[in-house]
Each structure stands twice: as C-alpha cells, then as structure tokens.
C-alpha cells in the first residue's frame, strides 16, 4: 500500500518550523493578559480620594478669603470675620452632581448648629468650568428651592478665594471640595468629591473642633 506522503515544508506561521512564532504569539498574550489583571487589581485596590483621604492642605492655614453674598440673607466676607470660629468651606456648584448629593447634608450640619455664634458655613457656588456667570444665582436659587434648602451662599468673585487656596492645596479644581477650618484658620479636614458616609465624618470634625476651648487672648502688657 502506497504510504502518504508528508510535507517537510514549515506551517506558513511558523517558518523557522521549531514553534518559535506560536511561542512568541503566546508569550506576547500572556504578557497583555498580565498587565490587564495588574491595572485591573491597581484600580481596585488604590485608595479613593474622594473618602476624605486627601491630606495635602491638612495643617496650613487659609491665606485669604473674599466672598460676597450670592443668595439668602448672607454678607460678605473675610478672613477675619471668621477669627474664633469654626468654619465649614464648601465649593460646590448646582450643576454638579455629587455636590447636588453632598448639600443637603451640608445644610443639615449647619442647621444643627444654627445657634453657634462660634461656627460658620460658607457654601460657595460656582459655576461650571470656572465660568461664575449671571445665570450661577438664579441656578443656585432654583436648586435650593427645589430641595427645600435655607442657606445662605456666597459667591468667589472671580475665583480670588480658590486661588489663595489653592496655593496651600486647598481647592484643586474639583467639586465639590470641602474644608473644615479650626477657630485659627486651620484647616483640620479636606474631602474631595462625595460618597455617602462622607457626611458623619465631617460632622464628627466639626463636632470635635466647637468642643475645643477658643485660644485665650494675650493678656495685655
């Protein structure tokens, strides 16, 4: 019987015929496959920045603040209106959404604590992208109204107060960011973004800070 005949020619994808193309193909997908799982693991795993992990600010001061009255019944204000007080600093803007989440449980803090000449709220509105345009109060006015919100906020005209705090790394461009200040100006707490529990938190350090006894003045010469 006549034997079949066998073609000593490599496989067309394989023209060195010892393998080494198949090998390398697979070698090249296990390597992709790896650094997908790696990336994968990394995005998993990394802290978040928006559970209040961020601490570049923690521990500087505020080195100025300018803000104007945007809705409510509010008045300007500067850094030394808030000597002595606890300050709660919140950019936001009414076309963000977790700061449309976050504000209420803003508002909420401060209605706690409505009768304390010692603590302050400032909820400043801005507007999207850095644009703080005629239509920023009417938008701010229509969200507090539809969320039933009695607070007084304030606008940065022309960004002065995000730009002296981002000189200390307390605002970097995201919203909302939250500052909670001591009575000195410090600022104790940063949070960027907002996820739900965030609230208790803030709660807790603004809490803690009211508890502390105000600085005693320099007793005169």
Not at 76 to 91: H, I
Not at 120 to 148: I, M, W, Y
Not at 150 to 156: F, K, L, Q, R, W
């Amino acid at each position: 019987m006549e034997q079949p005949a066998f073609s000593e020619d490599p496989p067309a994808d394989d023209p060195a015929g010892d393998g080494s193309s198949r090998r390398s193909v697979a070698w090249i997908l296990a390597f992709f496959a790896a650094a997908m799982m790696a990336l994968l693991a990394i995005q998993f795993f990394a802290p978040s920045r928006d559970l209040g992990n961020d601490q570049t600010a923690v521990g500087h001061s505020l080195p100025d603040l300018r803000l104007e009255p945007l809705t409510g019944d509010g008045r300007p204000v500067r850094l030394n209106d808030l000597t002595g007080k606890v300050v709660l600093l919140d950019f936001w803007g009414p076309w963000c959404g977790p700061c449309r989440a976050e504000l209420p449980h803003i508002a909420a803090l401060a209605d706690k604590y409505r009768n304390r000449a010692d603590f302050k709220l400032l909820a400043v509105s801005c507007g999207e992208g850095g644009d703080d345009g005629p239509s920023l109060r009417h938008d701010t006015e229509t969200f507090l109204q539809d969320g039933n919100l009695e607070i007084a906020t304030y606008s940065d005209t022309e960004g002065y107060t995000r730009r002296e705090a981002s000189m200390v790394g307390g605002f970097e461009g995201a919203f909302p960011t939250t500052l909670v200040l001591d009575r000195q100006g410090v600022i104790r707490g940063k949070w960027l973004g907002y996820e739900p529990g965030v609230e208790r938190r803030i709660g807790e350090l603004v809490a803690k800070l009211l508890a502390e006894s105000p600085p005693k003045k320099d007793s005169p010469l």
